[in-house]
Nanobody, 122 residues
Framework: QAQVVESGGGSVQPGGSLRLSCAASGSILSINAAGWYRQVPGKQRELVATITSGGSTNYADSVKGRFTISRDNAKNTVYLQMNSLQPEDTAVYYC????????????????WGQGTQVTVSS
């Protein structure tokens, strides 16, 4: 009965910033690993950034130095801080979270958010 919801998308000018949030709720013990993905019409889904339960991060080359993935375990939330946004970053951004349930059986379950639109244009 866990749920993942993204928020924070919008429209910005090149060079602007946005902070996306991925909040997990329901019967949850914690989020294990999580990642942000993005997809543009006519293009396959792209892995943007990942974060492990221990806080280790990885980024796609296209966003290194500009995006930062982080987490707040107390809030069961994962963030994506996006700086120096460029038109090429325009996409629907999706969060994927591995959730440890608070009820048995205690097995990881992969949840996707509904997506949030990010548009970067002049």
């Amino acid at each position: 009965q866990a749920q993942v919801v993204e928020s924070g998308g919008g429209s910005v000018q090149p060079g602007g910033s946005l902070r996306l949030s991925c909040a997990a709720s329901g019967s949850i013990l914690s989020i294990n690993a999580a990642g942000w993905y993005r997809q543009v019409p006519g293009k396959q889904r792209e892995l943007v950034a990942t974060i492990t339960s221990g806080g280790s991060t990885n980024y796609a080359d296209s966003v290194k130095g500009r995006f930062t993935i982080s987490r707040d375990n107390a809030k069961n939330t994962v963030y994506l801080q996006m700086n120096s946004l460029q038109p090429e970053d325009t996409a629907v951004y999706y969060c994927n979270a591995e959730v440890i349930p608070g009820t048995p059986p205690f097995r990881l379950h992969d949840y996707w958010g509904q997506g949030t639109q990010v548009t970067v244009s002049s």
